[in-house]
Structure formats: C-alpha cells, structure tokens
C-alpha cells in the first residue's frame, strides 16, 4: 500500500495508527518511495526533548531543489509550477516552467555565488511576492546558503534586528513594490536598516516598480544584469539532511524575535506529504496560497510542499481589496483555481462585502478550500462554505505554526468529515496532548487543556539561531518531555481538536503573530510615556485588535491625547511595523499590579473585552484603586 495519498477515512485511520506505532517505518517508507536523495540515511531519527536535540534522516544527503525542480524536468519540464498573478489586473500574469524555473533559479545560485556567497551564509531576503523572491529563496538552498526571508512589511529597525542576529552578509530586494494602489519604497527601508548592519556586504536590487533610487556604490548592485550574464547551469549543493536550510523569525511573548532554524530532509518530507494529502493535489491543479512568502505558510505551502509535488503554485503580488474586494474570485475565475488557501481574517473582511462581487465569478473549479493562522470563527466558516465552496468543497482548517514548519491538525479533505470551528484530527505522524495546570495529560476525550506534541515530526525547527537555551526554555520547559505550542485546545467527544487560543502573551492579530514585550517596549520609548501594557481584544474582521493601556509621565501632559495617539502608532509602525499599531489607547494613571510588580494583564484583558462582570480577586493588588479608575475610563 503506497501511504502517500490518503483517500479515506478507514485509511487515514490506518495509516495514522502505523504512523505513531512505528514512526521510524512509517516516515522511512514515505522518504524512500518519494524523494531523490544523493545518499540514503544511516539512522531515520535520534531525539531527546530534554536537550532538546532532534535528527531526522542523519546521514543523508541531498538537495532540496533537486527534488523541486530538477527532477521534475523529465515529466513536467513544460508544466507550470509558479504562476505570477501580478498586483495590476490588468498586467499579464506570467506563467514560470519547470524548465524555465529551473534556469533562473540557477542564474541566480550563480549570482550569489559570483558575489561571494557560499554554504552556511545567511542571505536576508527582502522582497515583495514577486517572482524574484521565490528564485531568491530556491537560489540560495541551491547553494547551501541559509535564507532567511523578512516580511516586506517590516519596518527598518524590525529589519535590521533580523539582519544582525542571524548575521547576514547580503540583502536581496527591489526598488519597491506595489500594494494595491500604493507603492512602498522598500528599498529606502533596506537602506535605513543597513546604518545598524555592518555585517552586511552587498545589497541585490530586483527591478519592479522601476524607481530612481539611491545606489550606495561597491555595495549595492542592480539583479538583472548580473542574472544576464550568469550561466543556467549551477550544481546543487550536496546537503547534510540536518544541515540548516532556512530560518523565519516569529514574535515570542518577551524580547527579540526568535529566529527559528528548519534544517533540509525532514522538512522537505514532511512538507510535501502534509501538502498532498492536506489539499488533495492532483497532477494539473491548479493551486493558490494567497499568504505572503515572508511567513511559514508561504515557505511551506507556496514554495517547498507544493514544488517538492511538481505542483502548479500561484503567487499573488497583491491584495484583496484591489482593484475591488471581488480580486480573489476573480484570480480563482482566471486561473481556475482548484485549492484555495486563506487566513479567516481574510474571509471576514471578504464576508462584510456585498454577496455580488462573489457570485459574479465562476468558482466552479474550487475542490479544496484551506484556513490558516487563527481560529476561525463558526459565522466565517459558514460564510467560507456556503458561498465559496457552495457547500461542496470541504474547509480545511489547518492548525500549525512556524515553530512547526507544516501542517500539525487538520482535516484530510474528502475523508475527514469536517466540523466549524474544529481542526478535527491530527495529520499523520503527529501526537498532540492537553496537558492541565499541574502538568499532568488529559487523557480521553471532552477535555479541555495546553496543548503539547509529545513525539518529533520531520519538520519541526530544531533550535532558535544563536540561542540553544531559549529554545529549550520557550518549547520543551514547561511540559516534560512535550513540545509546548503556547496555545490552548480543547477535544470534543469523538477526538476532535479545537484551538482555543494562545495562552501567553502573544496575540495573532490578521493572523500575524505579535508578541506584546516588544510593542510596550517600542511604546516606552516616546518621551512622555513612563509606562504600558497591551492586551488584545476581539475585532470582528482582524480576530484580534491591540488595546493599549498607557501612563504618562506627566499627568498634566498638555498636548492633545489624538495627537499622543498617532505618535505613539508611529513609533510603533518605525520599531515594528504598521501591522502592530493599537486600535485602542487609554491614558490612565496606573497599571494594576501584584506586589511583586507584575502587571496583571488579566484584568486589562477582561476591561478591553468588555466584560468586567468578573474580575476575580483584586484585594491582592499592589493598587487595587486603579481598577475602577480604568474601568470608568475605558474606551
Ligand atoms: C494560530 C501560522 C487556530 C495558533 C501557520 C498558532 C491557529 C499560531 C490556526 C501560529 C488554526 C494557526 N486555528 N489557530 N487553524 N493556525 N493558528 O507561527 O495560535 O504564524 O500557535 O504560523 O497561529 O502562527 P504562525
């Protein structure tokens, strides 16, 4: 039996129980049958959660984009595998071959080598989704070079924390970018950056909204010519299976980001199996992750799953509301799109738009319908259903996060009966556990609990680039022998999960993770703030909406309190990045606090969302005054 393609329910439930009873076998089998690899392992998988240490596929070696591209060239060399839909309808969309990928991606492994890159260098890429930027990523896994791509909607300093700490030698952007009817200099932002980055030697400018910019001389260089002139043949590089492919930085709920490392064979099985089976794919669909590259679900789910199947891949360059919040359809319509993958946020604002700028498009093509980066909410999945999926295409609610590298809990569409709200079972190969508050496991079902993975998958990140220890302390402290999600699930009667939400102090707002140290930390910086704190509460399109609470530190502080407002979202959108700035911020006089000083977020909490029926025992208070204070005052 050939366990790559789950067709039904008998059979999920088969080849999952072989899975977990035989974990070695069954990921063996998957790595043996699918991939191509330039020497087989010695020892499918070492693992030890205390250290913590994992190795899958040790002594393996290989190359990533081999078996992304090059091997499909024999089969599908004339097949599209990325299809560019650019941000201007009106523009051609540009359809890139597995041949035609194939040259550029070596063109530019050419490139960065001529500029003196070579295996185990980080290369920053940022760019906008444009073509160059998928090349970019291939390019360096061609040569062994550690990408590590950063958002195009990060601010300056944002970018240049990311920069320092994995310390890149090279920047890879463009002149800029579209967004919707905006163009963004992305290029003066790299600029901006690069004043704090000295480990950074060269800068490669991709062409696209064709800008006079700044060229700093020996360090800046124009993509295009160097690509002319490069040769289209470039060996790939012969990786270690554990050897570091990439690293995504994600907000952690104190300090810095946290720069998780995915290293290459493990990732590369279990993105591709989790995307076969999570969608369904078929030879000639065609498939759309409408994510940015900048985020996991694009790494895995845009670029290495679906190219590592031979799939058709859409990148989008623009936005859902451009020209008109009909785009989406109109991109499925276009392309007859047959896997449509999305963040409910997105659905949300989609749904608050006028029935007509759905039914006008042809989405008859549609078979799968994905959700990612936060719970969805049960009136967003009807919506999602009814009128996208006219009830015939299943919702994939698809439960992971960058930590994990690929999909942990989900419905296999066609053969896990679905249910809103609920991610229903674990993927094949995955063990998730609800743990209650004194570390002990909940077993059976009807539970409610933190939810841990107690066994390692082919693609969770091994380490945080530069610190072994926070890795430790953030994923594998609180439970013994558990990886610890941060987020809280409950289990309903027959299995089934739902995630409840985070549990820490990050809030997913757009389905973007935000840790709130940093945005506090940011916030205390303006010179009239003595003090902060943030809380999410709901927002009916973002999910989540950021609630800052603010001291000043002259009460009689007499400028406007709009005017502090938009200083304070300004610095934010410098330190961080627009997509971090507070919808709402009250000025008070104190923040409620334990006697040791630590802000009791829980009350803020319950006061943003408006539900201050009960707030528990305040007595143990520091300042149990303030409480009404804010309260009275709140926004
Ligand atoms: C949340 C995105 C509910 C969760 C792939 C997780 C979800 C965090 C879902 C990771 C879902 C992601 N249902 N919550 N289907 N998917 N999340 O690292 O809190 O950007 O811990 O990875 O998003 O976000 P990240």
Same mark, same amino acid.
């Given at each position: 039996m050939s366990n790559y393609h789950i067709k039904h329910l008998e059979e999920y439930y088969q080849v999952y129980r072989k899975s977990v009873r035989a974990p070695e076998n069954f990921w063996e089998e998957v790595a043996e049958e699918h991939f191509l690899w330039q020497k087989k392992w010695d020892n499918v998988l070492s693992w030890d959660f205390s250290k913590p240490e994992v190795k899958w596929f040790e002594g393996a070696q290989l190359n990533i984009t081999e078996n992304c591209i090059d091997r499909h060239l024999a089969t599908r060399g004339d097949k599209t595998a990325i299809l560019f839909e650019p941000n201007d309808p009106k523009d051609d969309a540009e359809h890139i071959t597995y041949n035609q990928l194939h040259q550029r991606v070596n063109q530019f492994a050419n490139v960065l080598k001529d500029q003196g890159i070579k295996k185990g260098d980080r290369v920053c890429v940022y760019l906008p989704m444009i073509p160059e930027l998928a090349i970019a990523v291939l390019a360096c896994a061609r040569i062994g070079a550690i990408h590590s791509v950063v958002f195009a909607g990060f601010s300056a300093t944002a970018l240049s924390t990311r920069i320092n700490d994995s310390d890149c030698k090279m920047v890879i952007t463009s002149d800029g970018s579209y967004r919707g009817a905006k163009t963004?200099?992305? %290029?003066?932002?790299?600029?901006?950056?690069? %004043?704090?980055?000295?480990?950074?030697?060269?800068?490669?400018?991709?062409? #696209?909204?064709?800008?006079?910019?700044? /060229?700093?001389?020996? #360090?800046?260089?124009?993509?295009?010519?160097?690509?002319?002139?490069?040769?289209?043949?470039?060996?790939?590089?012969? /990786?270690?299976?554990?050897?570091?492919?990439?690293?995504?930085?994600?907000?952690?709920?104190?300090?810095?980001?946290?720069? /998780?490392?995915?290293?290459t064979a493990g990732y590369m099985v279990y993105t591709a199996y989790s995307f076969k089976n999570a969608f369904q794919y078929k030879e000639d669909d065609v498939y759309w992750c409408t994510a940015d590259i900048g985020w996991i679900t694009g790494h895995s789910y845009i670029v290495y799953g679906p190219l590592a199947n031979g799939a058709t891949t859409i990148m989008f360059e623009g936005v859902p509301s451009y020209p008109d919040f009909g785009r989406f359809w109109e991109i499925v319509e276009k392309h007859k799109v047959n896997q449509f993958y999305t963040a409910p946020t997105a659905i949300r604002a989609l749904a608050k738009q006028g029935l007509e700028l759905v039914e006008k498009y042809d989405l008859s093509t549609l078979k799968v319908l994905g959700s990612v980066g936060e719970p969805i909410n049960e009136e967003a999945w009807h919506w999602y259903n009814d009128n996208v999926g006219k009830k015939k295409s299943p919702i994939v609610d698809t439960w992971w996060q960058t930590e994990t590298g690929g999909i942990m809990i989900t419905p296999i569409p066609f053969v896990t009966p679905t249910k809103p709200?609920?991610?229903?079972?674990?993927?094949?190969?995955?063990?998730?556990?609800? /743990?209650?508050?004194?570390?002990k496991e909940l077993k059976g079902n009807q539970v409610d609990g933190r939810l841990c993975i107690k066994f390692p998958w082919p693609s969770m990140a091994r380490t945080i680039w530069g610190n072994h220890q926070r890795y430790k302390d953030t994923y594998f402290s609180a439970y013994e022998n558990k990886y610890f999600t941060g987020d809280g699930a409950l289990r309903d009667e027959v299995g089934y999960y739902r995630i409840t939400g985070r549990v820490d102090d990050v809030i997913i707002v757009s389905g973007h993770n935000l840790g709130t140290a940093p945005i506090e930390d940011a916030i205390n910086e303006h010179p009239a703030v003595a003090e902060s704190a943030i809380v999410g509460f709901p927002h009916d399109v973002k999910g989540n909406a950021l609630y800052g609470y603010v001291i000043l530190k002259d009460v009689g502080e007499t400028r406007v309190h709009d005017n502090l407002r938009k200083e304070i979202n300004q610095i934010i959108t410098e330190h961080i990045g627009p997509i971090a700035k507070l919808d709402k911020i009250q000025f008070t006089q104190g923040l409620p606090k334990t006697r040791s000083g630590k802000i009791m977020r829980r009350i803020l909490r319950k006061i943003a969302h408006k539900d201050t029926s009960n707030l528990g025992d305040t007595s143990t208070l520091l300042n149990p005054e303030v409480v009404q204070d804010i309260m009275d005052n709140a926004l």
């Open positions: 963004i200099d992305l %290029k003066g932002i790299v600029d901006e950056a690069l %004043k704090e980055c000295a480990c950074v030697e060269t800068v490669l400018v991709a062409k #696209r909204i064709h800008s006079d910019i700044d /060229m700093k001389s020996g #360090r800046d260089k124009w993509l295009q010519p160097l690509l002319d002139t490069a040769s289209t043949d470039c060996k790939a590089e012969l /990786m270690n299976a554990e050897d570091p492919l990439f690293i995504l930085y994600t907000s952690g709920s104190t300090g810095q980001p946290k720069g /998780m490392v995915h290293t709200t609920y991610a229903t079972l674990p993927f094949i190969g995955i063990q998730p556990a609800l /743990m209650d508050e004194n570390g």
